[in-house]
């Protein structure tokens, strides 16, 4: 199977979920960011890109999933992966590998600290914010407590 248009598939149908409280934009704004910067990094230091690219779309499942839960997301999102995953036909540790980028995705990754491929995607993760920030900015409001009309 070709993980990373399942994993494609899964997000953006995940993304167009009425449980999905950023919008449908949200697929195209930073998941499929993601997966584009993480697969030109994967590249360019020899990174396993089938990984970080499957990973890149599911790292933030479980925000869209269990947005009450937003601070333990990536913990989460990486057990919900490699569910995600081993349900259709991963092996585990193709499963496990895409959970671990999954889980590290929230904080910087450097090497020595986590794989090539963790550090792939929790530098993509970070580097969607720069081609858009406006879409940023109600997040960034949100986490200084300000709504997001304000």
Known sequence: MDFVKFAREYAKNACESD????????F???????????????????ADKEVVMT???LHDI????IPD???EHAVLGGEM??????ENGADESFARKVADCARTHS?????GEGTREQICVSSADAMTQIP???????????????????
């Open 19 to 26: 449980k999905n409280i950023f919008g449908e934009r949200f």
């Open 62 to 65: 479980a925000a869209i999933f």
């Open 28 to 46: 195209d704004q930073h998941l499929e960011l993601a997966a584009y910067y993480g697969g030109l990094l994967a590249d360019r230091i020899g």
């Open 81 to 86: 992966a490699y569910k995600i995953l081993m």
């Open 132 to 150: 858009r920030p406006a879409y940023w900015l109600p997040y960034s409001l949100c986490k200084k407590k300000k709504p997001f009309n304000d």
């Open 69 to 71: 839960r937003i601070p």
């Open 107 to 111: 904080s910087p990754v450097k090497e």
């Open 55 to 57: 990973a890149a779309y």
